[in-house]
């Protein structure tokens, strides 16, 4: 047979289309031709298949012309991964393993020169794909590690081929029972039995109220801003707050280590463990994100499901900022450009720190400031309004003397604070199916009925601050959580009272 057909999958963002590897031999000059707009890595699998396939013992057929069509053609393709399909396609329209008996497959892999097999990125991606297809989903080849990755769906049939003629002994012709090479391996996912560990907040002594902040924006999904001089604990603390979330779901699990195989994050060791993403304060908008040629998350989808911790929050650029704007809001970002379009999940909590002035100890009692007002005034409006707007907690975090700090007991340590934060969201999740912090429209009218007392204080706090619609909603949010916590059933004008403490850490100068 002349021509053959293996399938695979190109990435386009989190999503991993279907692709038709079609090879033809023909008679003619001989020559190597691959079209089906692929990119500059694709195009060079040209001579990384021919080296494989020789060093392999295989023959490559160097007397014909080679003709490769990566279909549709109008789908961008990139990466190492069609070096796989392409070789088997070349073996199989020269006979060498039968065609027939790759029906029913998909493979991706990247070819050293020698003929082992690469991992590639997106492999979790490319297994979600391949299980959501069909109820007959297709059994998937990839190299070692990748295999591991597409192997955590559940349902999947996952092979693990460490060389290419692992893959060509399995696909032989005839109809003898496959013979296996010896890095030939269906993969059975091995899932971590221990609970995964994070930083303990026992390890935080005082700061009582940065303490019941954390606890808060845990039980409710909330974003928060921690404000303090230089060594008060503000890092320390946003560090252990993902051990005060819930334990990740295997949805969850999936769609965040999908995202973080996307951009070869990923590590068997660490799932279900959510993540904590920290760049650092030169990141651009895009770093955060996500953008380039093909679209790649930022790091803000990649701490989907965990935290997203921006330390020194002014010093970031202003772009980078005000991007952040929306995925607060929805949960997921688009990033459109003129030739594609992707989207990807950006459900995370915001935890946020930063310095109240330039030198960083204005308000301290141990240091004296040296800052102007005008220059604080600059400082405090890098941060814009509606930024500010969108955050639910803001809170101060005093530093300690060194008296205080030596004398100090470790605090409460991270297990009971879970333990009440699961029980706060269990009453959220059983009210209105989801957290406080995505109470939208009629639901906030709903679950934060207010009675006159209440209602009468939450206006008069409203109007001297000068709040925005969203702030209201924002803090009555922030109240239903603490009525959670306390286990009550309305909210009372001391939880509106405890959430309103909370929105006014910083003045806005945006």
């Not at 089906?36 to 060079?44: I, R, S």
């Not at 330039?358 to 220059?375: E, F, I, M, N, V």
Request: contains cysteine; neutral net charge.
């Amino acid at each position: 047979m002349s021509l053959s057909v293996v399938h695979s999958r190109a990435l386009v963002g989190l999503a991993a289309m279907p692709v038709m590897v079609e090879v033809h031999l023909a008679n003619g000059l001989p020559s190597f031709t691959l079209v089906g707009l692929a990119e500059t890595e694709v195009k060079e699998a040209r001579e990384r298949v021919r080296s494989a396939i020789h060093h392999s013992g295989l023959e490559f057929p160097t007397n014909k012309r080679i003709t490769v069509n990566l279909a549709p053609a109008d789908l961008p393709k990139d990466s190492g991964r069609f070096d796989l399909p392409i070789a088997l396609g070349i073996l199989a329209a020269s006979g060498q393993i039968d065609a027939r008996k790759l029906a029913g497959h998909e493979f991706a892999g990247e070819l050293s020169l020698g003929g082992e097999l690469r991992p590639v990125r997106g492999a979790l991606a490319m297994g979600l794909a391949v299980y959501a297809s069909a109820q007959d989903a297709p059994h998937l080849v990839l190299p070692p590690q990748s295999a591991e990755e597409a192997a955590l769906v559940p349902g999947s049939c996952v092979y693990r081929a460490a060389h290419l003629m692992d893959v060509a002994l399995h696909f032989r012709p005839g109809d003898e029972a496959p013979e296996h090479g010896e890095g030939w391996q269906r993969v059975v996912p091995v899932f971590q039995a221990s609970r995964a560990m994070y930083p303990d907040m026992a390890d935080v002594k005082g700061q009582a109220s940065a303490r019941r902040a954390l606890e808060i924006a845990a039980a409710g999904g909330h974003s928060l801003l921690l404000m303090g001089p230089p060594g008060s604990g503000k890092s320390m603390l946003a560090q252990r707050f993902a051990g005060l979330l819930p334990e990740m779901s295997v949805q969850e699990a999936l769609q965040s280590a999908a995202i973080a195989s996307l951009v070869g994050r990923f590590e068997l060791a660490r799932w279900g463990q959510r993540p904590t993403c920290a760049p650092h304060h030169t990141a651009s908008a895009v770093a955060l994100v996500g953008g380039g040629s093909p679209p790649r998350p930022g790091e803000i989808s990649l701490a989907h499901g965990g935290v997203l911790f921006l330390d020194e929050l002014p010093e970031f650029p202003r772009a980078a900022l005000e991007a952040l704007r929306e995925p607060l809001e929805t949960g997921h970002i688009t990033i459109a450009r003129a030739a594609r379009r992707a989207e990807f999940p950006a459900r995370f909590q915001l935890v946020a720190a930063m310095n109240p002035c330039p030198c960083g100890y204005l308000g301290s009692t141990l240091k004296a400031c040296r800052c102007s007002p005008d220059q604080v005034a600059r400082y405090q409006g890098k941060i814009s309004g509606p930024l500010l707007d969108r955050i639910d907690l803001q809170v101060e975090v005093g530093a300690m003397a060194p008296q205080e700090l030596l004398a100090a007991t470790p605090g409460e340590a991270s297990a009971p604070v879970r333990e009440r934060v699961l029980a706060a969201r269990a009453l959220a999740q059983a009210r209105q199916g989801t957290d406080n912090q995505a109470l939208q429209g009629r639901q906030i009218d709903d679950c934060c009925a207010l009675d006159a007392a209440a209602a009468q204080f939450l206006n008069t706090a409203a109007t001297r601050l000068g709040w925005s619609g969203r702030s209201i909603h924002r803090c009555l949010k922030v109240a239903r959580t603490i009525a959670d916590l306390a286990g009550a059933e309305r909210l009372s004008a001391l939880h509106l009272a405890e959430a309103v403490q909370y929105r006014r850490g910083l003045q806005r100068q945006g």
